[in-house]
C-alpha cells in the first residue's frame, strides 16, 4: 500500500552507461516531480509533470529525460551516465487545488529514493 | 543562491523539552512553507505545513510559526521525544500558473533528541 514506490532503491553503474529509475503514486495526485539530492545534501527540483505534461523543467543536463506515460507513472531515464550524476534521486506527487489560472499548492509525498552511484 | 536556510545544521534536546527549528528565506513571492521529517534511508516525510495567509499553525505536539515581515519560520515540537530524532527541512514554494507545487529545501537540521 506504498503511496509513492520507486525503484531500484539502489543502482551502481559504470560511466556512459544508460539507466532509469522508475516512479508510481497511487494517491490519485494529478502532479509528480523528480528531486536530487546531491552529496551536500541539497534537496533540488529537476522536473515536473501535471497530468502527463511537463510543467518544470530547471536547469537539467538533456542526458535527463522523464517520461510519463501516465499521470501515476514518472520515469527518469538517463543517458551517458558521469560520475557527477551520483546522488539520491528522490520522485515525489501533489495534488492541485485548481483556483483560476493558478494552482493552489499542497504538500508533496515523496517515495524513498534510489541512490545512484556510477563509478 | 540559496533561498530557504537553515543556519543550524544540527539541534540536541532533551526528552521532554521543546526542539525549535529555525528556517530563513529571502524570495518574498514564497507564499506556502512546508517542513518535511527525514530518517536515513527514506524519502522525506511530509510534517505540517502553513500558508502565508496564517502566522501560526499546530497539529499535535508541532507548531509552525510564520514572520512575513521578518521572512522567518520556525517548528517546534513539545514535547520532544526520542522518535523524533531525524533531518528536518524546511521547504517554500510559489503559486505557479499551470499547475506544480515546486518546493525550494533548505539544507536540514539534525534534530537529536536525548534521553
Known amino acids: 500500500d506504498t503511496a509513492v514506490s520507486q525503484t531500484p532503491k539502489y543502482l551502481v553503474t559504470q560511466m556512459g552507461n544508460d539507466k532509469s529509475i522508475k516512479c508510481e503514486q497511487n494517491?490519485?495526485?494529478?502532479?509528480m516531480y523528480w528531486y536530487k539530492q546531491d552529496s551536500k545534501k541539497f534537496l533540488k527540483i529537476m522536473f515536473s509533470y501535471n497530468n502527463k505534461e511537463l510543467i518544470i523543467n530547471e536547469t537539467v543536463p538533456n542526458r535527463f529525460s522523464p517520461k510519463s506515460p501516465d499521470k501515476a507513472h514518472l520515469n527518469l531515464h538517463i543517458n551517458s551516465l558521469e560520475l557527477g550524476d551520483s546522488a539520491v534521486y528522490f520522485c515525489?506527487?501533489?495534488?492541485?487545488?485548481?483556483?483560476?489560472?493558478?494552482?493552489?499548492?499542497?504538500?508533496?509525498?515523496f517515495g524513498q529514493g534510489t541512490r545512484l552511484t556510477v563509478v | 543562491d540559496q533561498q530557504v536556510k537553515q543556519n543550524s545544521p544540527s539541534l540536541s534536546v532533551q526528552e521532554g523539552r521543546i526542539s525549535i527549528l529555525n528556517c530563513d528565506y529571502t524570495n518574498s513571492m514564497f507564499d506556502y512553507f512546508l517542513w518535511y521529517k527525514k530518517y536515513p534511508a527514506e524519502g522525506p516525510t511530509f510534517l505540517i505545513s502553513?500558508?502565508?495567509?496564517?502566522d501560526k499553525n499546530e497539529d499535535g505536539r508541532f507548531t509552525v510559526f510564520l514572520n512575513k515581515s521578518a521572512k522567518h519560520l520556525s517548528l517546534h515540537i513539545v514535547p520532544s521525544q526520542p522518535g523524533d530524532s531525524a533531518v528536518y527541512f524546511c521547504?517554500?514554494?510559489?503559486?505557479?500558473?499551470?499547475?506544480?507545487?515546486?518546493?525550494?529545501f533548505g539544507t536540514g537540521t539534525q534534530l537529536k533528541v536525548e534521553l
Open positions: 494517491l490519485g495526485h494529478d502532479t
Open positions: 521547504a517554500a514554494s510559489a503559486r505557479q500558473a499551470g499547475g506544480g507545487n515546486k518546493l525550494t
Open positions: 502553513i500558508s502565508s495567509i496564517k
Open positions: 515525489a506527487s501533489s495534488k492541485g487545488i485548481n483556483r483560476g489560472r493558478r494552482t493552489m499548492n499542497t504538500e508533496a509525498f
